[in-house]
């Protein structure tokens, strides 16, 4: 054989080595990366189960700690779960939040829609409580109400809203969502991040749970400064009982006046219905968050909770 046809014969030998060894490099890439997928989804699949597991457990210790008559930070419901060791590569935590404890937004108007000025002033008093500026009350009472007049000087509708880029309205209804703050123009992710843990969304009627509002919400309601400055003594009036109680609020007042426009504007109580479960589920790398809504219902068989809605995050 020439020195030629040898060349031709070893370039062809290398060509083949060379194609087995890319066939057999992507029969391996493709082999892990569908054994990867596998494993993502059994791991996703295994995730949600124990999320949806701690999301039976919550309902059931809100049930059980409902025969108390309060509803209160020392119970089972309020002491967050975990870390907890499923097994090997099986973690999940949880905490709940009490949403009665926290300001509800939707109350900022009246049965018929329209603006209460009063409970406009108690926000103001809450933002001003947790450093934002007050101006963002009249804001976003002008979100929630029906007409497109804005509140005052601070205020904003449809006249501002549909200047921008790209524009849009105002909602002109209750709020779903407390997030939804995060559509008033320039009010922004940081002002949202410091107002988020006391606000919520909830039906105007429902009363705030004197037993578990933060200190900033009690100071705004009463209109002092005594618990925003001073949180380790409320944590310590709370390590047993709930407090303030409703009589002990109503003692809180020098005004009677007043104390009968926060009951009437927004109503208070010892016992919440409407709680927030964030559950953080990981079995290996994958990771499973899961948010539930849920509410405490008493029936003639006995107290349920049911959930309401579910938003999760993978």
């Known amino acids: 054989m ?4 040898r060349g031709a014969a070893l370039l062809a030998a290398l060509l083949l080595v060379a194609l087995a060894t890319a066939i057999a490099y992507a029969i391996t890439f493709d082999t892990g990366l569908t054994l ?3 494993a993502g989804a059994s791991g996703q699949d295994q995730a949600q189960l124990l999320a949806g597991g701690v999301e039976a457990f919550a309902a059931d210790v809100l049930v059980r700690d409902r025969p108390s008559g309060t509803t209160q930070l020392s119970q089972t419901w309020a002491q ?8 090997g590569d099986e973690v999940v935590t949880a905490a709940m939040d009490d949403l009665q404890g926290r300001f509800n937004l939707n109350a900022l108007v009246d049965a018929q829609g329209k603006i ?7 926000f103001e008093n809450l933002l001003r409580n947790v450093g934002l500026e007050t101006r963002w009350a009249a804001a976003i009472a002008d979100w929630i109400d029906v007409d497109d007049q804005a509140y005052d000087q601070n205020g904003a509708e449809d006249a501002l809203y549909t200047t921008l880029t790209p524009a ?4 002109n209804r209750a709020l779903v969502s407390p997030s939804e703050l995060l559509a008033l123009h320039d009010f922004g992710i940081e002002r949202y991040a410091r107002i988020a843990p006391y606000v919520t969304a909830l039906p105007r009627s429902v009363p705030i749970n004197l037993c578990t509002a933060a200190g900033p919400l009690l100071d705004a309601l009463t209109g002092e400064e005594q618990w925003t400055r001073a949180p380790d003594a409320l944590r310590k009036n709370r390590e047993r009982n709930c407090f303030p109680t409703k009589e002990t609020f109503r003692l809180q007042f020098a005004d009677a006046t007043r104390h009968t426009r926060i009951v009437g504007s927004f109503g208070v109580a010892e016992r919440s219905d409407w709680f927030a479960l964030r559950t953080l589920a990981a079995v290996g790398s994958t990771e499973f968050s899961l948010y539930s809504l ?12 049911r959930v309401l809605t579910r938003r999760f995050a993978e």
């Open 80 to 87: 967050p779960l975990g870390p907890l060791e499923i097994s």
């Open 168 to 171: 849009y309205r105002a909602a």
């Open 2 to 5: 020439s020195t030629r046809s």
């Open 116 to 122: 209460d000025p009063f409970a406009v002033s108690v």
């Open 36 to 38: 990867r997928r596998a």
């Open 294 to 305: 849920l509410h405490l219902e008493d029936r003639p068989e006995g107290a349920q909770a």
